[in-house]
């Protein structure tokens, strides 16, 4: 079973930076696209992603520009480095695996983290 684990969440001012991480479980990692989502009011809201090799990244307009997301295939882990970060930027973050076992990220699949929350304050 694959299994998902997010950490790096916490508290930051506006205007400051985080680093978070989501580890895969087992030696399935690299045949997956990743994506990160996060908490809205009604449903989870796509963040960023980043194909199976790492050479194409994909961001939500709210985001580009301030944060980048990568991976480590090596190490079973992928990150996102948040800077400037705003408080509508709050939210409990979950990484995702993508939807088969394409290159491309192509939506969410089947597997989800627990979420690390991320509290910015003004």
């Known amino acids: 079973q694959v299994r998902l684990t997010e950490s790096g969440g916490g508290l930051v001012q506006a205007g400051g930076s985080l680093r978070l991480s989501c580890v895969v479980s087992?030696?399935?990692?690299?045949?997956?696209?990743m994506g990160w989502f996060r908490q809205a009011p009604k449903e989870r809201e796509f963040v960023a992603a980043i194909s199976r090799d790492g050479e194409r990244t994909y961001y939500a307009d709210s985001v580009k520009g301030r944060f980048t997301i990568s991976r480590v295939n090596a190490k079973n882990t992928m990150y996102l480095q948040m800077n400037s970060l705003k408080p509508e930027d709050a939210s409990v973050y979950y990484c995702a695996t993508g939807y088969g076992y394409g290159t491309e990220w192509l939506g969410a699949g089947d597997y989800w983290g627990n979420g690390t929350p991320v509290t910015v304050s003004s």
């Open positions: 087992g030696n399935t990692f690299s045949s997956y696209a």
